[in-house]
């Protein structure tokens, strides 16, 4: 589905297969930052950049989750889910919900 965007002729693709490259591109950099703080906070002995990377890391989490439901996603229908497996993505957006949820009240 894609379309065009006015006389320059720009089109893009708004199906989950552009979302994944995106996502992808996400992940890898949110990783990253993630290893680069990671190997910071202990050269530097900083408890911020820890504290940092830890909030990096449910990110990256959340990224892994949601691409995984991409991926899941697009399994064909079959007798016992007649709309596929489209509403992974839902799931996976919940669930990812409640895991944040979790790492706010743990001690």
């Known amino acids: 589905m894609a379309h065009d965007h006015g006389e320059a002729g720009h089109s893009h693709d708004h199906t989950a297969g552009a979302n994944a490259k995106m996502l992808r591109w996400a992940l890898a950099l949110t990783a990253t930052y993630l290893v680069a703080e990671v190997v910071g906070a ?4 900083s408890l911020a950049l820890l504290s940092d990377a830890a909030h990096m890391m449910t990110d990256v ?3 892994v989750i949601a691409l995984m439901a991409i991926h899941l996603g697009k399994k064909a229908a079959d007798d016992k ?3 596929g497996y489209k509403r992974l993505e839902i799931l996976a957006a919940t669930f990812n919900a409640i895991l944040l949820f ?3 009240v743990a001690p």
């Open 102 to 104: 979790v790492v706010v």
């Open 81 to 83: 889910r007649t709309f």
């Open 42 to 45: 202990f050269v530097f002995n």
């Open 61 to 63: 989490a959340g990224l």
